[in-house]
């Protein structure tokens, strides 16, 4: 089940990007989220602004993550390619993490942000060798790099909706 997020959520989604920062340096990734992104100020402000999202299994929170539909400024400009559609209206999905006891967590969050709109984007660490192995099984398109707000560089991902042939 998806559910949005409230504030009451909040000690359970931090102990979730606690593990996941936990998992990322383990796996050869410590500097893209470095010891305390996301900040409690901005999950505070994606839950308030009804951005933030909890996948919820047997009632435990299974992943949280943001999903923006909208432009992304951060997605402006991609360099080394481009976009797959750059005209169709666009999801993101930002700040996924798994709390780490179930597989298919992820999958399961990219298939329901999919479900909500026809072109979806992510980005992510060139170290983050998981999350560029989900987004690749998961059907997504390497397109080129971005630069997030502080200018790092970050591999730029997309996914568009499977067209439905005229009736």
């Known amino acids: 089940m998806f559910r949005g997020a409230v504030r009451g959520d909040l000690p359970q989604i931090l102990k979730i990007y606690a593990h996941a920062r936990a998992v990322m340096k383990a ?18 402000e994606d839950i308030d602004s009804n ?8 009632g435990q929170i299974e992943a949280v993550f943001a999903f923006i539909l909208g ?6 400009a991609i360099e080394d390619g481009q976009w797959l559609d750059d005209t169709l209206p666009y999801g993101t999905v ?5 709390a780490g006891k179930h597989k298919g967590v992820a999958s399961a ?9 026809q072109s ?3 980005d992510t660490h060139a170290d983050n060798k998981i999350m560029q192995h989900l987004l690749e099984k998961n059907g997504f398109t390497r397109c080129g790099v ?22």
């Open 27 to 44: 796996s050869g990734n410590p500097t893209q989220w470095g010891d305390d992104f996301p900040p409690q100020e901005l999950l505070e």
């Open 51 to 58: 951005r933030l999202f909890l996948y919820v299994v047997n």
């Open 71 to 76: 432009a992304d400024p951060t997605y402006a």
């Open 94 to 98: 930002h700040r996924l993490a798994s």
């Open 109 to 117: 969050v990219l298939d329901w942000s999919m479900e909500h709109c």
């Open 120 to 122: 979806l984007r992510a």
């Open 146 to 167: 971005i630069h997030v707000a502080d200018g790092s560089p970050r591999f730029a991902y997309q996914k568009l909706a499977p067209t439905q042939p005229l009736g």
